[in-house]
């Protein structure tokens, strides 16, 4: 237990990447120096999540609206009457690859990718339906200082075509999916950001590619640009940097997308999975050198 803590009882996770808070009752507004201590805990340990916080709709919204505004959430039909929660569903008999089952994170092919999700664990099955987390700022902490200094000035182009686009994942997906999604030629617009990302306020650099929205790296032939992403994704998903997430119903978890990737686990075919989610806006990627 972290005891740098006044307010928050702070259990993390090996190699501080990940931890549960208790103590605190996430379902009225925080008090601010509450809030601040979860701020800390956030930003230290990059995924933080909240056992046992059964939550109305509501009071999600309000909950994320202490970090920020909600984020744009393009590509998914939201919840009807609360335009900021998407439902990650998934039926018993469903046969669509489950949401998310590939490393991202949340939307980095916007101009300004939401800082942060918050997923809600309404119902979830008796096994599977982990979700791993990847910790970019250590992995990219273990790079050598060559691949470093060549990483540092390059900027990656991100897109939301391959799962959205007309001709994309979700466009050729043949099994009925609960989740409504929505195709669209916007999907192909492009933003290139920073491939290595300065937190704002930790300032700790951190990889920031991802297999599902980095089309490729600015300036670079097709082939090197493959071969470099795919050294740095194999690196990146090493068990060291991994951090498997577990849930119980009614457990609220809240990752920060500006250096972390995530994967939605899947294995639970046969078993209901129902999980509600917010974005907090974020700012535009700043790298270690200017655009
Ligand atoms: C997501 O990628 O937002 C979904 C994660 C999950 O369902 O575990």
Redesign the pocket.
Known sequence: MNSDFRYIRVKSEPHGFGASIAGISIGEPLPAVVLEEVKQAWARHLVICFPDQPLSHEQLEAFTLQFGHFGVDPYIVAMEAHPHILE?RREPDEKAV???AQW?S?WSFQEQPPAG?I?HSKVTPPVGGD?LFADGCRAYDDLSETMKGLLDNLFAVHSARVPYGKDGLFAKETEARSMKIVISEDADKIFTHPLVRVHPITGRRALYISPVYTLGIQGMSRGESASLLSYLYQHMVQDEYIYRHRWTPNMLTLWDNRCTL?N?DGGYDGHLRV?H?TTIAGERPIGVISA
């Open positions: 990650v489950n949401f998310g991202h949340d999700t997923l979700t995530h939605a999980m989610r």
